[in-house]
């Protein structure tokens, strides 16, 4: 496996805190060519799977190798697209959830969940269909649907490209963070009971949280995900990121359902949240020695601090549909990238936490964005520049530039010692010493 593989995963085991001695254990392996795409997706892939995997060994205490298999990886990053009930196929996107043509670019919808769609055609003031949606936008401008949708309360993102991101306010406050953060906020003792398994308290949604909780349950944790009774998750993700946890229903918004959520948190090692910024901060969620993991769309601060967002919209805001389409129709990743890679990287984040905790102490928070990761992806993991490999020179053609020779050995010629002369123009003989 080359450097780039191995220069992801030292990036994000660095972000992690943890000791670089370890990564000599990652073994890479499997077939390649899986989830192409123009940005090192499968990379940001093997490198997030690559630190969970060495954040529970090294939990763990397993001397053993980490293994980062690339077909394994590939299938669990579309483990939606193989997910079977009985039989059937899952409902990956609503109809209403898709690109639109506005009068100026690009709209990304997203309606799978009734709420959300209600917002959408409230929003557009159109009847339930794709053609009146369709007319609808196809009259306004792009940055004007998104701002109308999400004021009522819906989920719609105008495309942009790489630089309109890049100049937007909410794209620099992301780039000048960094990928995720992790603070210590106390000096409490560790919540953890001897002998009894790590206690998750899962307030997450599709799909990075529920990634990042359905990881630390293979792990062994006691994972328990709570959801309000009148917004369940959709049954096909449920289905897909709940394999390995206990599920219940509970009114946080009821004096009974705070109380018993108060007393779950009460016996709690770690609480993982996946819901928009400040949506529970009217609950008390603190307590000290927990671990809490909150994770978001756009992260915590700037102009779309408290906005919804899921992996297909954060793609359009920040370039990436743009970079991965034509110049017809934007695009998209292979696989929903940016929510799995952050689940992944979540629950290392978790992990390296409760490692840390255990020798210091401390109430810990950690902090990611899908938005961070999709910055990570287009800014943060090393890409092939054919320039490094480039040379040029003047000679009878005019002025080359040219491809260096890829064969190469330690004191062997680094380039051509002659440029190419005119065709044909050299005499038929030997070069005379």
């Not at 077939?31 to 995997?53: E, K, Y």
């Not at 530039?401 to 044909?424: H, I, K, L, N, T």
């Amino acid at each position: 496996m080359d450097n780039t593989v191995r220069t992801g995963t030292a990036l994000l085991w660095s972000a992690l805190g943890g000791d670089p001695a370890l990564l000599d254990r990652v073994a890479y392996g499997g077939p390649s060519g899986l989830l192409p795409a123009r940005l090192p997706v499968m990379d940001l892939a093997r490198a997030t799977v690559a630190v969970a995997g060495l954040a529970a060994a090294e939990r763990a205490g397993a001397p053993g190798p980490v293994r980062v298999d690339d077909g394994a990886v590939a299938t669990a990053f579309t483990s939606e697209r193989h997910l079977r009930v009985d039989g059937r196929a899952p409902v990956s996107f609503a109809p209403l959830s898709r690109f639109w043509r506005a009068s100026d670019g690009w709209v990304r919808t997203h309606a799978n969940y009734p709420h959300h769609k209600a917002a959408l055609l409230s929003a557009l003031g159109t009847a339930d269909s794709v053609e009146g949606v369709a007319g609808t936008i196809a009259e306004r401008r792009a940055v004007e649907v998104e701002t109308a949708v999400y004021a009522a309360g819906g989920l719609a993102v105008a495309l942009r490209t790489p630089g309109e991101w890049a100049a937007h306010e909410q794209g620099r406050e992301v780039a000048a963070r960094p990928l995720l953060t992790r603070e210590r906020l106390d000096d409490a003792a560790p919540r953890r009971r001897a002998g009894g398994p790590l206690r998750v308290l899962d307030l997450t949604r599709v799909l990075a949280g529920p990634v990042a909780t359905r990881t630390l349950a293979l792990l062994g944790a006691d994972v328990l995900r709570i959801d309000p009774p009148d917004n369940p998750e959709l049954p096909d993700q449920h289905a897909d990121t709940d394999v390995g946890k206990r599920t219940a229903a509970l009114d946080l918004d009821s004096p009974s359902g705070r109380r018993t959520a108060g007393e779950l948190l009460d016996a709690a090692d770690v609480l993982v949240t996946g819901y928009r910024p400040g949506a529970l901060d009217r609950f008390d969620l603190s307590r000290p020695g927990l671990v809490t993991a909150r994770l978001s769309a756009w992260g915590d601060y700037g102009p779309w601090g408290e906005r919804r967002g899921f992996d297909s919209l954060v793609q359009v805001a920040t370039g990436i549909a743009a970079v991965e389409g034509s110049a017809a129709e934007p695009g998209a990743l292979p696989a929903q990238a940016l929510d799995h890679g952050s689940g992944y990287l979540l629950a290392a984040a978790v992990l390296r936490s409760l490692t840390e905790q255990d020798r210091e102490g401390g109430s810990r928070l950690v902090r990611l964005a899908l938005a961070q990761t999709g910055h990570w992806l287009t800014h943060g993991l090393p890409r092939h520049d054919p320039e490094r490999h480039l040379s040029e020179s003047d000679g009878p053609l005019g002025r080359l530039r040219y491809a260096r020779s890829p064969v190469s050995y330690e004191g062997g010629p680094a380039d051509w010692s002659r440029p190419p002369g005119v065709a044909g123009a050299d005499a038929p003989a030997w070069l005379t010493e």
